[in-house]
């Protein structure tokens, strides 16, 4: 067969798979797992139900009053919102129940929560991402990384199954609750997008076999911190300028990330001064959307090596973030 009929037959392949629902295409697609004994599937499945609740609490956010600060802070010193804490009560409490997870670690917790059970996944989330944005109305979303645990279970946990590199995860997806909800995610066969229907309750494929754009024209970085930015960053938000990018910062990660997946971008988040470290977080922010990026033929870094490959030294380690188009993140890589 030649290159071109192959690439039709695949091409055809893809649309009739488009309004699948997100069960079936899992099921579809079991096999693909290196271990595919179904758990990993369930797992997903969890996690979308979960993500369904979710979507319908940020949906009524403006009618009842479950908005706001709670005036207490998260690990990382954020103003955690009350919708954070929803987000992660239910996330937790379907992971729980649903038996496949032995140990969460998430954003609204110093340290991970060990399930007690024979589960073989270890899952990173960050329930409801974008809290300044929840408030206001404006898109927010929910990030996730799964692994293998590495011990036997039934053996007391260990730092081994909780710090893994994001090159080790077998899966990561995000849930976007924007104008429409998405669910995106990747088993390291390529990255698929599902859209949420709310009259039928269902996910239903609508992105098949999403590719990133090796370049782009949009840059996403929050200029407002440019003082405390690098020379190296700030030469680089001329170079943007003066090829006329266009610039366009949600502030909420998930989004601007999906956007640039989908038109081409970059979105960096530097160390500053104020963060010297970077802000955003390696585990349950940057590794699941790096994996992805990767999956869909783009690039992330920290501006100086791939971000899979950074060693994980604790739950809530922080690194600088450039990810999107491939030739672009290449191009801002030098920048030094
Ligand atoms: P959060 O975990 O408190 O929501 O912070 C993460 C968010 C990202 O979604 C977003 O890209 C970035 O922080 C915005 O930060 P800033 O307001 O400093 O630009
Ligand atoms: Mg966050």
């Given at each position: 067969m030649n290159k071109t009929n192959a690439t039709s037959i695949e091409s055809s392949r893809i649309a009739q798979s488009i309004g699948l629902t997100l069960d079936r295409f899992i099921k579809n697609n079991?096999?693909?797992?290196?271990?595919?004994?179904g758990e990993l599937s369930q797992l997903l499945r969890d996690i979308a139900l979960a993500s369904k609740v979710v979507n319908r609490e940020v949906n009524k956010a403006g009618l009842?009053?479950?908005?706001?600060?709670?005036g207490t802070q998260n690990m990382a010193g954020d103003n955690q919102q009350k919708l954070d804490v929803l987000a992660n009560i239910r996330f937790t409490r379907a992971l729980a129940k649903g038996g496949e997870v032995c140990a969460l670690v998430s954003e609204e917790a110093e340290s991970f929560v060990?399930?007690?059970?024979?589960?073989?996944y270890v899952i990173a989330i960050?329930?409801?991402?974008g809290s300044s944005n929840i408030d206001v109305n404006v898109s927010i979303g929910t990030i996730f990384s799964i692994y293998r645990r590495k011990t036997q279970t039934g053996t007391p946990l260990q730092s081994i199954d909780i710090l893994q590199?994001?090159?080790?995860?077998v899966a990561a997806g995000y849930v976007l609750y924007g104008s429409s909800t998405m669910m995106v995610y990747t088993t390291g066969h390529g990255v698929n997008g599902f859209t949420y229907e709310p009259s039928l309750g269902e996910y239903f494929l609508?992105?098949?076999d999403l590719k990133m754009p090796e370049d782009g024209k949009i840059y996403s970085i929050n200029e407002g911190s440019s003082n405390s930015f690098s020379n190296a960053i700030r030469d680089y938000i001329q170079y943007c300028k003066d090829q006329n990018y266009t610039a366009r910062y949600i502030g909420s990660l998930v989004a601007d990330f999906h956007r640039n997946m989908l038109k081409g971008g970059i979105y960096i988040y530097p160390i500053t001064s104020k963060d010297p470290h970077g802000?955003?977080?390696?585990?349950?922010?940057c590794n699941a959307l790096a994996f992805i990026a990767e999956q869909a033929g783009g690039k992330a870094s920290n501006g100086h090596n791939r971000i899979l490959d950074i060693e994980l030294k604790e739950l809530h380690q922080r690194t600088a973030f450039y990810v999107g188009s491939k030739n672009m993140v290449t191009k801002a890589e030098t920048f030094k």
């Open positions: 079991q096999d693909q797992f290196q271990y595919a004994s009842i009053d479950i908005m706001g600060a709670m060990d399930l007690n059970n024979e589960g073989k960050d329930p409801l991402d590199k994001g090159s080790e995860q609508s992105h098949p802000k955003l977080r390696l585990m349950y922010e």
